[in-house]
Each structure stands twice: as C-alpha cells, then as structure tokens.
C-alpha cells in the first residue's frame, strides 16, 4: 500500500509564497509520473503540475511562471514552489502518484492540505 503525505499548506497573502511537500512511503522512481491536483469548493479537481519520471515538467497555464515541481530521489518528497499567490489559487492541495503499465494504471493520492490566499 502506498501512502503519500503532504505537508506545508497554510494560510498566505495574495503575493506571497508557500512550499508544499509530499512524501511517498516507497521510492519516487517506481512511479511514471508524480504530481500536484488541487480542488476549490464548487469546483472539480483539477491538475496544476506533474513531474515524469523522465524528469519532464507540465504546467497548468493558470500556474505558469508561478509554480515549480521538483524532487527528490534520495528523500522520497516531491515538493511545489508556490510563488506570486493569487486568491484563486486557494484550494485543497493533493498529491498524486500514477503508475501505469500495457493493460492498466492507477493513481494514489494523499489526504490534501490546504491552501489558502488572503486578498
């Protein structure tokens, strides 16, 4: 059973920064790809950026030029640099880790932290 744990959700300024980390309980390099969905109330979840396990980088174009994925292998932790927070930035944080093979895949998620921006 893998467990993904995230931390560093809190409450923030429009303006400002928070880093969020997600720490998987086996290795990072077992999964295709490992990301970051978020949901605000009334909304759908949604992708805001997944890492490859090439080391390929996608973006939501709402996040472009604001929010860095990274890792790290040796840690476990995948972690998101959040910068030039917008209220609408404000939602419950998910980690994601999918892994797929010729006839299946499938995702795990951790629990959410939450994000909030202050106009």
């Known amino acids: 059973q893998v467990q993904l744990v995230e931390s560093g959700g809190g409450l923030v300024q429009a303006g400002g920064s928070l880093r969020l980390s997600c720490a998987a309980s086996r290795s990072i390099t077992s999964f295709n790809a490992m990301g970051w969905y978020r949901q605000a109330p009334g909304k759908q979840r949604e992708l805001v950026t997944f890492i490859a396990y090439s080391g390929t980088t996608r973006y939501a174009d709402s996040v472009k030029g604001r929010f860095t994925i990274s890792r790290d292998n040796a840690k476990n932790t995948v972690d998101l640099q959040m910068n030039s927070l917008k209220p609408e930035d404000t939602a419950v944080y998910y980690c994601?880790?999918?892994?797929?093979?010729?006839?299946?895949?499938?995702?795990?998620w951790g629990q959410g932290t939450q994000v909030t921006v202050s106009s």
């Open positions: 994601n880790a999918k892994t797929t093979t010729i006839t299946t895949s499938r995702d795990y």
